[in-house]
């Protein structure tokens, strides 16, 4: 079974689950954490309520496990929710088409919104609390543009841009 990246509702965490243990519920699984630098031992549940204020709603459903360095991470399967894009979604043109508007197309649009992100940090009032310096421009570098390749097909000459967006399709050298 291929790894499923899944990512947590309550921390926004993402994680390669490696697989399913139908041992360990919320309600069973009990383990030791610290709060107050005092070592406690808990359950699941309990831990969810007041750690990240989530009720687990299924106290007798199997845990997904990560495997986490030299120990074993449990999650419960309804906190969190599938990384990636369903199977049959990229063949969908439908589904494409309205995600299209969501992806970074030019290098200058990538630019911008990374200029946006910086400037909300350093807009941000923990930036100065903690004293933290940064430059605020980016690093500039000297590059040359490539002109793209021609791609010869069996109707003529055709784009790079065409192949990789798939207005064309590959097939074997003429």
């Given at each position: 079974?291929?790894?499923?990246?899944?990512?947590?509702?309550?921390?926004t965490?993402?994680?390669?689950?490696d697989?399913?243990?139908?041992?360990?519920?919320?309600?069973?699984?009990?383990?030791?954490?610290?709060?107050?630098?005092?070592?406690?031992?808990?359950?699941?549940?309990?831990?969810?309520?007041?750690?990240?204020?989530?009720?687990?709603?299924?106290?007798?459903?199997?845990?997904?496990?990560?495997?986490?360095?030299?120990?074993?991470?449990?999650?419960?399967?309804?906190?969190?929710?599938?990384?990636?894009?369903?199977?049959?979604?990229?063949?969908?043109?439908?589904?494409?088409?309205?995600?299209?508007?969501?992806?970074?197309?030019?290098?200058?649009?990538?630019?911008?919104?990374?200029?946006?992100?910086?400037?909300r940090?350093?807009?941000?009032?923990?930036?100065d609390?903690y004293?933290?310096?940064?430059?605020?421009?980016?690093?500039?570098?000297?590059?040359?543009?490539?002109?793209?390749?021609?791609?010869?097909?069996?109707?003529?000459?055709?784009?790079?841009?065409?192949?990789?967006?798939?207005?064309?399709?590959?097939?074997?050298?003429?």
């Amino acid at each position: 079974m291929p790894r499923k990246t899944v990512i947590t509702n309550y921390n926004t965490k993402s994680y390669q689950v490696d697989g399913l243990s139908w041992e360990s519920t919320p309600k069973s699984h009990v383990f030791k954490w610290k709060k107050n630098n005092q070592e406690q031992e808990t359950n699941m549940i309990e831990y969810m309520k007041s750690v990240h204020k989530v009720k687990i709603g299924y106290a007798d459903q199997p845990l997904l496990f990560v495997n986490f360095k030299d120990t074993r991470v449990y999650l419960p399967p309804e906190l969190c929710h599938e990384a990636a894009l369903p199977d049959n979604f990229t063949t969908d043109a439908r589904k494409m088409r309205d995600i299209d508007e969501y992806k970074i197309k030019s290098p200058n649009e990538r630019f911008t919104r990374i200029i946006d992100v910086l400037n909300r940090i350093f807009n941000a009032p923990e930036f100065d609390q903690y004293s933290i310096l940064l430059q605020p421009q980016m690093h500039k570098v000297t590059g040359k543009v490539l002109v793209p390749p021609r791609l010869a097909t069996e109707k003529g000459q055709a784009s790079w841009d065409d192949y990789a967006f798939r207005k064309i399709k590959h097939v074997d050298p003429v």
